[in-house]
């Protein structure tokens, strides 16, 4: 079955309208609300906590889902810095471009 251009314009407009709703929705809910003191110290250390999910399987997972320790010591040395200044600055952006940058430089050293 081949798609048209027809489709591919739908399904373009379809995913745009999944990927824009989970943002809207909060948003239009959380506009008109107090949103709590504990509510907001608690969001602080969600880009810490989901940065640290993202590369963990990458730092000691393989391809094969095998648990592989501390065989790569140069992307363990960088996911301890990206994480030392993901913590401090909370800049996920800040964190991923210093974080390409150690890899980088400690690839050459090490």
Known sequence: MEM?????????????IVAYL??????????????PEWFNEWMKYVPVALFSALVFKDLFIDSSFQFVGVDNVTKLIAAVVVFAIAYRTRSMGLSVVLGLCAIMLLSLIL
């Open 4 to 16: 048209t251009t027809m489709d591919h314009f739908l399904l373009i407009i379809l995913s745009a």
């Open 22 to 35: 989970p943002r809207f929705i909060p948003l239009r809910i959380f506009s008109s609300r107090e949103i």
